[in-house]
């Protein structure tokens, strides 16, 4: 069958592949894509016999729903191989796979791999080859065609550039010697938030190490008519990789792409910014099939033939996977997979993700014994051998290699690697005074360090005879100028690496498939410098069950307290010997400004650091070869006098360090880390997230009902499939059983009385399908208000209320607590607020004076904190709403309860959207804030999106109210940092008004 008609058929069929493709991804129309794509691919490369098929529109929509179920696990995948960005074959391979963009560490190799490559192709054929294939995109037949040599020696040649680029950007040193013998140009320091950003850079930066003279075509044509293989020379070979008229050129000349094609935005990945139809995503805007996409699924599909894999990965229904390493022509893996398991499709992946091939079992009950096979590039093979007994089916795979050698080629350099690193090492003063200028004599004549050079040293014979004749004294001074005036040194603000590591960290906590562990020291030493406390905190963090755990421990090893703190902004705090709190968890500065007993519960972070220390103008960094170290030092008066925060290079932080001077006396704490660990789920008992028997004993003394992690909900937008424990009850067949319509008019009802913000209720499931209304709330007056608003469903025997105020939960407490409220506000003292210079400005321009002034300046800060507290509220109250469900639920709701639903949630989302422009309205009088530049879109017919977008909005509700409370209270951060007239703070702003707006 020709390639061409599998292509009609899957090009014919395509509207209503798209429909069911985007069905299938729930809305999610960048999924979709990706669907479509790689069924296009995995059906014009396997090109089934469509006389067997039957009905084709049936097989297609079953490859794209088993491509999606791979795409659940993927990450699975992807995290259990995890290759770093160089060992991908191509740029575009990482990015699209490992996504890692958002990674600095990543982003930094990156660059350091190009300024390696751009100084070492002078010298090596090896390094031009690796440019050809991991930055241009070139495949190996077409590398062998440009550089006249056997796809043998291509595949050598790419894996000694890959080496010796291993060895090179592990070590700070080698490249920064690399940094100072490149031009200026191709150095960039700056941080890409897009993988279209990111290629056009690196691509920038090999395109300015261009050294030499351009071939004339006719200088081409000879060179490319002659027979003999690797005929070009070093130098010509990298000159035709970093000058993009001379590779065009030779593109034409060899019938190969150009580069314009193969720097297609959507060929790399995905552009992150925009909107509408992004290209080559197959579809156009009435849903047909677009041309200009075909030839850029024809190179995705080459790119799998020609792919050269190092592990063989076979994987049954996207897991049950068994791997192999390639170490001979063949590579053979057998499994075996219970017919029980339903065994649905086989697919065969490498080590960088690339999908080989996917092999469809239809008729598995009719199934006996079945072979597949696939053809590769360079005579490889791929061949399946199916044989089903009684109870199993039985797996061989083979991948055939008739190429395949263990033994190394030789391959000549002008420059072995030992020669070009020794050439990186200055050995003498002389060296480091001349050598810099004589690498410049070979860079562009226009370059601004070459003009400067000139201008200083006019003659370098007789500046090398001055050097003789003793003027040394004179050199050094001028290699020091030279040094500091025309070497790039790289340099890293303190303020980056903070961003940085802080979205590192938030990655980790955002893997629903590792459970983070750490352990720390925790010491305090007083003012002499002598340690009079030693702890240690153990701390876990699981995203499904959102919520983290820190528990403390005494020298000797007894578990002392614990807090149990919830993504929503609730935590319970356990002593041992004291009733249990429960009540929205302490900020950092909170923590700082109590008694500093709780300060073992401080955030061990970037962000939390962040929040600590307030404006960036107080912090520097040091760099060394292991770590970054970020001090505070603040220059004016400051709860905290120092502050110093150690990142190691994995952008993780390690070490904390805090002097805080309260009551005139000076104490130092410091949290050291000692484990850090990402588990899978599975290797972590349930245990670690449950409250110890010493604190629930306590618990119930007091008569307390709530526990911190009482339901355990992930609420994926997308839930993957095989997670339903078996024999579990069906809770709509159990008597008494809470219907959803009833579930929802118990959230419509609370919502009524904003009880889903403030108080802490919590609204659980049991096992029998009741729901169970628990909580505590500050007074009885609003205990009766909660209940008296529940009053329709109060006599319903599928629900069950248990309220309790804060004074009955800790009527047998020997000391009395504070016990009420859980949101509190004040309104610190004359100078003592971040904003209130600007504000005794704002108001002395208008005529005001002395105590007018501050009593206007109390008004002010109180509204904003009453606002902005009624923004998280509203956003909170949104979220509870929005999470309560996942999709496949509502799915199963009729039409009026999940409209009820969505009215709920567009009630607080019009909400949110007034109080966050009240906000900013005030914001603007006074501090002069200005609106931002936030974005974010949202599609409010989406259930799914709506989940998401509730999600955002809580996230950045917090945000909001952090800075606020920052600007408007004695914070410990520099009275100098006012965050609310941060950009950030105005883009959080906006872009919470802009999504609320769009729900409502």
Not at 177 to 199: C, Q
Not at 203 to 224: D, Q
Not at 604 to 620: C, Q, W, Y
Request: glycine share 6%; with cysteine; charged share 25%.
């Amino acid at each position: 069958m020709e390639l061409k008609n599998h292509e009609e058929i899957f090009i014919g069929s395509y509207a209503r592949l798209r429909g069911w493709a985007i069905q299938i991804a729930q809305k999610d129309q960048e999924l979709a894509e990706d669907l479509l794509h790689d069924a296009f691919i995995q059906f014009t490369r396997a090109q089934p016999d469509l006389n067997n098929i039957g009905n084709t529109d049936a097989y297609l929509y079953g490859v794209i729903k088993n491509l999606h179920l791979s795409h659940l696990r993927k990450k699975v995948r992807r995290d259990k191989y995890a290759p770093t960005i160089i060992d991908f074959e191509t740029l575009r391979l990482g990015l699209r796979n490992a996504q890692m963009l958002d990674n600095f560490q990543t982003q930094e190799e990156l660059k350091r791999i190009c300024y390696f490559l751009c100084l070492r192709k002078e010298s090596s054929k090896s390094a031009s080859v690796m440019i050809l294939r991991f930055f241009h995109g070139y495949f190996p037949s077409e590398i062998a065609e440009v550089m006249r040599a056997t796809p043998q020696v291509v595949k050598v040649r790419l894996n000694s550039a890959r080496n010796e680029a291993k060895t090179v950007i592990e070590n700070n040193d080698l490249i920064e010697a690399i940094e100072k013998k490149l031009p200026p140009e191709i150095i960039v320091k700056n941080e890409f938030r897009s993988s279209a950003d990111l290629t056009r850079a690196l691509a920038g930066m090999i395109f300015s190490s261009t050294y030499g003279s351009c071939l004339s075509s006719e200088e081409l044509k000879t060179l490319y008519s002659s027979g003999t293989k690797e005929a070009i020379d070093t130098k010509t070979l990298a000159h035709l990789v970093s000058c993009r008229k001379c590779i065009d050129n030779v593109n034409e000349l060899l019938g190969l792409l150009p580069l314009s094609e193969r720097y297609s935005i959507d060929f790399i990945g995905k552009d992150d910014g925009g909107s509408g139809n992004r290209p080559g995503n197959g579809g156009s805007m009435n849903g047909n099939f677009d041309e200009k996409v075909l030839p850029i699924w024809r190179c995705s599909s080459r790119e799998i033939f020609e792919h050269q894999p190092r592990q063989l990965i076979v994987s049954v229904n996207g897991d049950n996977e068994k791997s192999q390493t390639i170490e001979s022509r063949l590579t053979s893996i057998k499994l075996s997979i219970k017919l029980a398991e339903s065994p649905q499709f086989i697919e065969i992946f490498s080590e960088q993700m690339v999908r080989f091939a996917t092999f469809y079992l239809a008729d598995l009950e009719n199934l006996e014994s079945q072979k597949f096979s696939c053809d590769f590039s360079d005579d490889r093979k791929i061949s399946l051998k199916l044989t089903k007994d009684t109870s199993e089916l039985l797996i061989e795979t083979i991948y055939e290699d008739p190429n395949f050698s263990t033994q190394t080629e030789t391959i000549s350099e002008d420059k072995t690697f030992e020669e070009f690193l020794n050439e990186l090492k200055p050995e003498t003063v002389e060296n480091e005074i001349f050598g810099g200028l004589l690498e410049s004599k070979t860079k562009r004549n226009d370059s601004f360090t070459a003009k400067l050079k000139n201008s200083f040293f006019p003659s370098f014979a007789g500046f090398k005879t001055a050097f003789a004749g003793g003027s040394i004294a004179v050199l050094l001074i001028a290699a020091i100028f030279f040094t500091r005036m025309f070497v790039l040194v790289p340099t890293i603000s303190a303020t980056e690496i903070i961003e940085k590591t802080a979205a590192a960290e938030q990655s980790n906590e955002n893997d629903t498939e590792r459970i983070i562990r750490r352990t720390f020291n925790f010491e305090e030493k007083n003012a002499n410098g002598e340690v009079v406390k030693k702890r240690r905190i153990e701390f876990f963090s699981d995203a499904v069950r959102k919520i983290s755990v820190r528990r403390l421990f005494d020298e000797n090893g007894k578990l002392i307290a614990g807090e149990w703190r919830r993504k929503d902004g609730v935590s319970t705090t356990y002593t041992t010997g004291k009733v249990s709190e429960l009540r929205l968890y302490k900020t950092e500065n909170e923590l700082l400004n109590g008694n500093l007993e709780n300060i073992w519960q401080l955030s061990v972070s970037a962000k939390g650091f962040e929040s600590l220390v307030g404006s960036p103008e107080n912090v520097t960094v040091e760099e060394s070869n292991s770590e970054y170290q970020i001090n505070f030092a603040p220059k004016t008066e400051n709860l905290i006098t120092k502050a110093v925060l150690h990142i190691n290079r994995d952008l993780r932080t390690d070490k904390l360090i805090l002097v805080v001077n309260q009551n005139n006396s000076a104490r130092e704490f410091s949290f050291t880390e000692t484990v850090f660990e990402q588990k899978p789920r599975a290797t972590v008992e349930n245990s670690a997230f449950e409250p110890n028997a010493e604190f629930v004993r306590n618990a119930k003394t007091v008569g307390k009902t709530i526990a911190p992690n009482e339901k355990v909900e992930t609420n994926e937008a997308v839930p993957e499939e095989g997670t339903v424990k078996e024999n579990a009850p069906n809770a709509a067949t159990l008597p008494n059983a809470a219907t959803s319509e009833l579930e929802v008019k118990v959230l419509q009802l609370l919502n009524n009385v904003n009880a889903l913000s403030g108080d802490q209720i919590n609204i659980t499931k049991t096992a029998d399908g009741k729901i169970q209304i628990k909580g505590i709330v500050d007074a009885k007056n609003r205990k009766d208000e909660i209940i008296n608003a529940l009053s329709e469903v109060r006599g319903n025997p599928a629900v069950s209320i248990n309220l309790q105020t804060a004074e009955e939960a800790a009527k047998n407490k020997p000391s009395k607590t504070n016990g009420g409220t859980l949101e509190s506000i004040s309104v610190e003292s004359k100078n003592s607020i971040p904003a209130g210079e600007i504000l005794r400005n704002y108001y002395s321009a208008q005529g005001l004076s002395g105590e007018r002034i501050e009593a206007e300046i109390r008004r002010y800060s109180s509204n904003a904190l009453s606002k902005s507290s009624q923004v998280r509220r509203s956003a909170l109250q949104m979220k509870q709403i929005a999470e309560r469900f996942s999709t496949s639920e509502l799915e199963k709701m009729d039409e009026a309860t999940r409209n009820n639903w969505r009215k709920l949630i567009k009630q607080n989302a019009a909400n949110l959207a007034q109080s966050s422009e009240s906000l900013r309205g005030d914001l603007r009088n006074g501090l002069n804030v200005e609106a931002g530049s936030g974005g974010g879109s949202v599609n409010a017919a989406s259930d799914a999106d709506l989940i998401r977008a509730a999600k955002r909005l809580f996230e950045l509700s917090m945000a909001i109210d952090g800075d606020v409370r920052a600007s408007f209270s004695n914070s410990g951060g520099s009275r100098g940092s006012i965050p609310v007239k941060s950009g950030r703070f105005s883009s959080n702003l906006s872009e919470i008004i802009g999504l609320a707006r769009q729900i409502r």
